[in-house]
Structure formats: C-alpha cells, structure tokens
C-alpha cells in the first residue's frame, strides 16, 4: 500500500496549475504499481478544503484510492512525534494531523506519496516518499 498525502490530493482536486501535473503522474505511477490509500487525517484535510457538500472520499474512490485507518500503534507513534517535535522547539504550525499522515505511512504502508518531504525525512526516518516534481 502507498498512503498519499493531503497536499497531493489538494493539487488534484484544486487544479493547482503549479503542482497539479506532477501530483497526478505521481498518483497514476502509485496507482499503476500498488493500491493507494488515505487514512482519517487525509480525508478530514482535503474535506475542509473541498467547497461542496459531497465527501471527498467520493472523488478519490473515482481514482481508484481507498480509505484505510489509522491504527493504534500509529497513533501512538504519531502522539511520541509530536511531543519530540515540540521539545525541538517546534511551533505549532505542524498539527497533529502531520504527525498522523507519517505515522500511518511508515507502520501501515511502504510509502508516502508527499510534497512536505522535509519535515516527514526529519520525523520518519526510514519511511519511503515519494516526490512529486515538476
């Protein structure tokens, strides 16, 4: 399985003109080779997002992208993430949704698909990502 991020999903669905290429080649090569998945943290994201009353798991199930839930083990992982980062001195612009999109990706996936890499490099070591580029 190959998690994908919000910010990938955002491109998509909001038809960024900057990333939106690159973030569709990167889902379709994820989607061609592995299935795809998004946890609570994803859709509660792209779903703020999203002008309308329809869920978005409506459109990512038309792209073939499945939801799959966080587990236990994760999200505990992710709560020891971010009270590492906050003692680094972290600010609070890192939500805990973040800390539960890595978690997820490294104890439930082989993947992360992302454009945020630097943070999930510094937090998951270990955790493959993908990275969209123009």
């Known amino acids: 399985m190959i998690a994908v991020d919000s910010s990938v999903l955002l491109d998509l669905l909001g038809a960024d003109p900057v990333h939106g290429e690159a973030s569709a080649r ?14 609570e943290a994803v859709v509660a994201e792209v779903q703020t997002m999203l002008d309308t009353r329809d869920t978005v798991m409506d459109a990512l ?6 939801f799959e839930p966080i587990q236990e083990a994760a999200a505990v992982r992710a709560g020891h993430m971010q009270r590492r980062y906050r003692d680094r001195g972290g600010r609070r612009e890192r939500v805990v949704a973040d800390f539960l999109i890595g978690a997820h990706a490294l104890l439930q996936c082989q993947a992360l ?4 890499d630097g943070f999930f490099r510094d937090y998951y070591k270990g955790l493959k990502l993908v990275v969209p580029k123009a």
């Open 113 to 116: 698909i992302t454009r945020d």
């Open 61 to 66: 199930t038309e792209f073939g992208i499945r």
């Open 26 to 39: 990167a889902l379709a090569d994820a989607l061609g080779s592995d299935e795809v998945v998004v946890c």
